[in-house]
């Protein structure tokens, strides 16, 4: 069984620092920069986020089966990143240009360029995610690479929260003395894409796919479907990666607001080397960042020792622990705000490697169970569960902040600063809990993976 080697795994993790700076500009500063610079109220875009990403859902099992049925000299998945790095740096430009316009074209122009994003999104990231099922079939070693897929994604999350307002100041100053913050915003994405674009072809050129459908095998979209419809761990993996999702969609939907209106300040810190300062709340994000960043390092020991199972379903449970505890913290507490934001995003950060490391098991799965193979559909329920759960839990907080009375850039009601404080707390740890739960059923276990893998491997050796 061929390992695979540094250079791959590195290529591989470029493809996620890529999307990870649009995810970052997406799940933190999407909904703020609707309601408090394009101009258009939160409750407004909490609908079209539910309208847009239910209509985008759709299209991740169809890119998946499309995937499936491509046939190129480059195989089925990795033409789609150089094919698509374009279209989605474009998009995710417009999506953050503000055109002169009334409110109501507005929403129409939002709708139009959020859902146009949404479809480039899937193109590239559903076979981006389904390349890492057919890069290797080493348990480890793909347990090994998400590790390395998400080091980079943290890494490309990071560099987003720590340069995203530093960007836009810089990009809004003109020499009238009066900052176009709108503009300020679509140079900094246009920054971002240029970067993404170029990240997706190196990780094209970088990477191989070495595992291929049984050679026996037809096309047939029904049958793909039908098992897939029986694939009982695949609908266990979809729902936990939803609530887990949700958990992380409204901390981070709800941090700037937190920052901007229950502490009533965005007020610079001066870090250690030189002149460059953050925001509290980008501070905030970057540290979650880099606890993310060691969880994923400390996923492949622990799922190791423990399994993947046990590993995730720990790590939620202490995660919606710590979550609850957050909400009695006050804005005089705010050393423990970025001690109680490390240790949930440490936990945080564990689940996802296993989570996609876990999709390869349940497409080997199917294989082995119905002598079948659709990596792409699988994996798009990776896509799926994203989509979904930013889905619901951006329209949350959009609703949410409604609910409470939130009215943008100015201050606010003790009741909205009370819900902002459940936004980053206790309605986030109901998801978190429920990942837990549903993890409980999934019965694909390591010790059974081996022996369906050493199975697979055998079939594959007879078929060669």
Not at 289 to 303: D, E, H, Y
Request: hydrophobic share 50%; aromatic share 18%; glycine share 6%.
């Amino acid at each position: 069984m061929e390992k695979l080697k540094i250079k791959e795994k590195i290529g591989y993790g470029f493809g996620d620092f890529a999307s990870s700076m649009f995810w970052k500009m997406f799940s933190v500063y999407l909904l703020f920069f609707y309601t408090d610079i394009f101009g258009i109220s939160a409750a407004v875009v909490g609908t079209m986020f539910l309208i847009t990403r239910i209509f985008d859902g759709v299209n991740d099992p169809i890119m998946g089966i499309i995937a499936d049925r491509t046939k190129t000299r480059w195989g089925k998945f990795r033409p789609y990143l150089m094919w698509m790095c374009v279209p989605f740096a474009l998009f995710g430009v417009l999506t953050f240009t503000t055109p002169d316009m009334s409110v109501t074209n507005k929403i129409i122009y939002a709708y139009i360029t959020y859902c146009l994003m949404m479809i480039f999104y899937t193109a590239v990231n559903v076979p981006y995610a389904s390349l890492m099922g057919v890069m290797t079939s080493d348990l480890k070693d793909r347990t090994s690479l998400a590790s390395f897929r998400f080091i980079f994604a943290f890494a490309g999350g990071i560099f987003v929260l720590a340069t995203a307002e530093s960007f836009v100041d810089y990009f809004s100053a003109n020499d009238e003395g009066i900052p176009n913050i709108q503009k300020g915003w679509q140079y900094t994405m246009l920054i971002y894409g240029v970067i993404a674009a170029l990240l997706f072809y190196f990780t094209f050129q970088l990477t191989r796919e070495r595992i291929y459908p049984p050679k026996e095998q037809k096309s047939n979209i029904k049958e793909d479907l039908k098992n897939l419809a029986k694939n009982k761990p695949w609908f266990i993996l979809l729902a936990a990666g939803i609530f887990s999702l949700i958990f992380n969609s409204i901390r981070d939907g709800s941090t700037i607001y937190y920052f901007k209106y229950y502490f009533n300040t965005q007020k610079e810190v001066s870090l250690f080397f030189g002149d460059v300062s953050l925001t509290y709340s980008s501070l905030y994000l970057v540290f979650g960042q880099a606890a993310n960043l060691l969880g994923v390092i400390l996923a492949k020991p622990l799922s190791d020792k423990l399994g993947k199972k046990k590993t995730f379903i720990t790590a939620m449970v202490i995660a919606t622990i710590f979550s609850c505890f957050f909400y009695f913290l006050g804005d005089d507490d705010i050393i423990w705000i970025f001690i109680f934001q490390c240790i949930i995003s440490i936990f945080a950060g564990i689940i996802f490697p296993l989570l996609w490391s876990m999709y390869a098991d349940i497409a080997d799965y199917s294989e082995w169970n119905s002598g079948r193979r659709a990596t792409g559909l699988i994996f798009s329920s990776s896509s799926m569960s994203q989509k979904m759960g930013w889905t619901i839990g951006g329209a949350l907080t959009g609703w949410i902040l409604a609910y409470y009375g939130f009215e943008a850039n100015v201050e606010q009601t003790e009741e909205a600063k009370s819900g902002i404080r459940m936004m980053m707390s206790f309605l986030p740890a109901i998801g978190a809990l429920l990942s837990a739960v549903v993890i409980v059923f999934y019965k694909l276990d390591d010790i059974f993976m081996v022996k369906v893998s050493n199975e697979l491997k055998a079939r594959r050796e007879q078929q060669s």
